[in-house]
C-alpha cells in the first residue's frame, strides 16, 4: 500500500483557561500525498471570558497581552474554513481539539457541519507498545524531529508527521485507515 492518498488536515489548539471556548492559538498543518504541504497559524483572542488561568500559562506559555490583538475564532474563520476546506482534521487527543473546535464555533456563532476528527493518540495504540502516548513520547518513539511541546504549530506538525509515519510503518493508505472518527456531524 501507499500513502499517495493520504490526505488530512492536523490541527491543535491552545486553550487560555479550562473552558474549551477559550482557544488562545490554532494551527493548522496540511497532508497531501504522504506529506506536509501547507501550514497556517495564528494566536488567538479568547472571548470566552475566562481570561488566562495560571496553570494554562505555565503550559504554553501565552498571557492575554499576547492575544490583544489576534483576531477572535469569528474574525479568522474564514481562513480556516479555507485551509481546512473538505479535509478531515487529525489531532494528538482530538476529543480535546474537536471540543475546542465545537465551543469556540459556538461562541462564535457557527453554525456549519463539523469535519470528522481521527485521533494520532488512539493511533499510536493501536500500532505502537508505548507506556504512554503522550505527543514528545510518541514523536521520541517514531525517531521524529524534537519539536516545542504546547506550541500549536509545532504539536500540529508532529502530530502530522505521526500520522505519516505510522501510515508509512504500518501500510495505511487513507485518513479513514486511521480507525474511527471520533465524531462528525452538526453542532
Given amino acids: ?16 483557561n479550562g473552558n474549551a471556548g477559550s482557544a488562545c492559538a490554532v494551527a493548522l498543518i496540511r497532508v497531501e500525498s504522504g506529506r506536509v504541504v501547507d501550514r497556517f497559524s495564528s494566536l488567538l483572542r479568547p472571548v470566552d471570558g475566562g481570561g488566562f488561568s495560571s496553570f494554562n500559562t505555565r503550559i504554553h506559555g501565552l498571557r492575554a497581552r499576547d492575544v490583544a490583538d489576534a483576531p477572535t475564532w469569528q474574525e479568522l474563520w474564514p481562513t480556516v474554513r479555507t485551509f481546512v476546506g473538505r479535509d478531515a482534521l487529525v489531532a494528538h487527543n ?29 493511533l499510536a495504540r493501536r500500532h505502537l507498545s508505548l507506556p504512554s502516548n503522550r505527543l514528545p513520547l510518541v514523536v521520541e518513539a517514531l525517531g521524529l524531529p524534537n519539536f516545542r511541546h504546547h506550541d500549536a504549530e509545532a504539536d500540529a506538525l508532529a ?29
Fill in 1 to 16: 500500500m501507499s500513502i499517495e492518498e493520504l490526505h488530512y488536515t492536523a490541527i491543535d489548539f491552545e486553550t487560555a
Fill in 94 to 122: 482530538a476529543p480535546f481539539d474537536r471540543g475546542v473546535w465545537r465551543a469556540a464555533g459556538r461562541l462564535a456563532g457557527i453554525g456549519e457541519a463539523e469535519p470528522d476528527f481521527y485521533c494520532t493518540v488512539r
Fill in 159 to 187: 502530530c502530522a508527521q505521526i500520522g505519516i509515519e505510522i501510515s508509512r510503518r504500518a501500510g495505511l493508505s487513507r485518513v479513514e485507515d486511521f480507525g474511527a472518527p471520533v465524531g462528525a456531524g452538526r453542532r
